[in-house]
């Protein structure tokens, strides 16, 4: 494997465990809101946005979870393919930057607080979200950027997955079965010509060779001198003289 594959994979490893530590704080962080405030007041204020990126979070781990399985145990499914994981990274990417943004609106007010343990989870669930952010963004553009540069915008380039794409070129995830081409057999031999008459019919001879059957029969042979190939001429009053 180079080290583009390599890298896009270690990435991905790291994000994996990035995401669950995410939503595991995350996690932590509404419960000590929910034990200090109230539920009903955390669930009427922007402190919910800890429970998006909860979701977030868990949603991201999944999904690196699968993509890693299928790497090792099916490099050449489609599911892992540029075209899905830009779609699936694309709306992770989102879904962290609303949770993260939303969530920042109540930085002031954790600050504020930081002697007690929720404003420092929070604290904490922020950091971490936006960094899982920004993790997702890396990888998204470092996979499309590569691809459009090195392999084009085609679909069979985005049918690809990455790591099958950089080691192997476009559409490296199908396999062709090119038939083999019957063998034309070539004979030399003449083709025999059958006549088309009927059994037992008299054929006469020369009928369908080109020679007149008339002059076959009254045309005598022609003698030929020895060692040559002209015919000689015979004198039909030769015979009455001797």
């Known amino acids: 494997m180079s080290f583009i594959p390599r890298l896009t994979t270690g990435l991905k490893v790291f994000a994996c465990f990035w ?16 034990k200090f405030f109230g539920s009903s007041y955390v669930r009427g204020t922007k402190l919910t946005a800890g429970n998006a990126i909860i979701a977030a979070g868990v949603l991201a781990y999944l999904y690196f979870i699968a993509v890693l399985v299928l790497t090792v ?13 830009a779609v699936f ?8 930057l609303g949770s993260a943004a939303a969530l920042s609106t109540l930085a002031a007010l954790a600050r504020r607080f930081d002697m007690y343990t929720w404003a420092k989870l929070g604290e904490a669930t922020l950091g971490l979200a936006w960094v899982m ?11 499309v950027a590569y691809t459009l540069t090195h392999f084009g915008g085609g679909y069979a380039t985005w049918r690809t997955p990455f790591n099958q794409l950089v080691a192997y070129g476009t559409g ?13 057999t070539t004979s030399h ?9 009927a059994p037992g019919s008299h054929i006469s001879p020369g009928v369908g060779t080109g020679v007149n059957e008339h002059n076959y029969q009254l045309a005598p042979p022609q003698p030929r001198e020895a060692g040559g190939t002209h015919p000689v001429a015979v004198d039909p009053t030769a015979a009455n003289r001797v």
């Open 19 to 34: 995401a669950f530590i995410t939503f595991s704080v995350a996690a932590a962080f509404i419960h000590k809101a929910n």
């Open 73 to 85: 145990a099916s490099p050449n499914n489609i599911f892992i393919s540029v075209m899905l994981d």
């Open 89 to 96: 990274l694309g709306a992770l990417f989102i879904f962290f």
């Open 133 to 143: 952010t920004f993790l997702l963004l890396g990888i998204l553009v470092l996979e």
């Open 172 to 184: 490296a995830h199908t396999k062709h079965h090119t038939p083999a081409a019957p063998m034309a």
């Open 189 to 197: 031999a003449p083709t025999a010509t059958t006549g088309t008459h």
